[in-house]
């Protein structure tokens, strides 16, 4: 199965179906048991690689000692420097305070942060894990207006959710991962409208 650069897809699957250890495998977090994973034609977990991604978890664990500043400045050095202008942009659409603590943050604008954070150095792939909870409306539209920038610029993203009524980005592909694994590899029925193929997942 193949993300080219300018698409979404989303991987549809209940809890335990294995599309987190599906990200994990394009994070370069775990290696397959089988098969091979590669993200822009290299190792998942090939440091210059691994600054191209963009990851938003569905639960930011920082130190919540830590200003949205501080997490914006940390991974700037990891990724290998943020647009600045870009960054400031994205500060003001989403309406973050730079100075604010991540621990006094509620659920919903540690989520905005963790969204502004993963995408502020314009990644080539974004990475989406999802939380149960949908997003409210007035973020999903501002998500999806992101995701549509980012792909019209030639990323790709991947995106996990239990739901598509909760997917809160849109997407052109869905690989619905089904809950019960076979030899430890993850099925995933592979949809592309209007034709359907299907493939396989190396899973955790």
Request: glycine share 8%; aromatic share 6%; hydrophobic share 45%.
């Amino acid at each position: 199965m193949t993300v080219q650069a300018g698409e979404t897809l989303a991987l549809v699957g209940p809890c335990a179906a294995g599309k987190t250890a599906i990200l994990r495998l394009l994070l370069g977090v775990d290696e397959p048991a089988s098969g091979v994973v590669r993200v822009f034609g290299g190792r998942a977990n090939d440091p210059y690689i691994r600054r191209r991604v963009g990851y938003v978890p569905a639960r930011i664990a920082v130190d919540p000692r830590y200003t949205v500043r501080d997490l914006l400045d940390f991974y700037a050095v990891l990724h290998g420097g943020h647009d600045r202008v870009w960054v400031e942009a994205l500060i003001e659409r989403f309406s973050v305070d730079p100075g604010a603590r991540i621990g006094r943050l509620n659920p919903f604008r540690r989520r905005i942060v963790g969204i502004t954070v993963a995408v502020a150095h314009r990644p080539g792939l974004l990475i989406f894990d999802q939380p149960a909870e949908p997003a409210p409306p007035s973020l999903r539209a501002s998500l999806h207006q992101l995701i549509a920038e980012l792909t019209a610029a030639g990323a790709a993203v991947v995106t996990a959710t239990r739901s598509l009524d909760h997917i809160d980005t849109a997407a052109n592909r869905v690989a619905v991962v089904d809950a019960e694994p076979v030899d430890g590899v993850a099925r995933a029925r592979h949809t592309d409208a209007p034709s359907t193929a299907s493939g396989w997942l190396s899973s955790a």
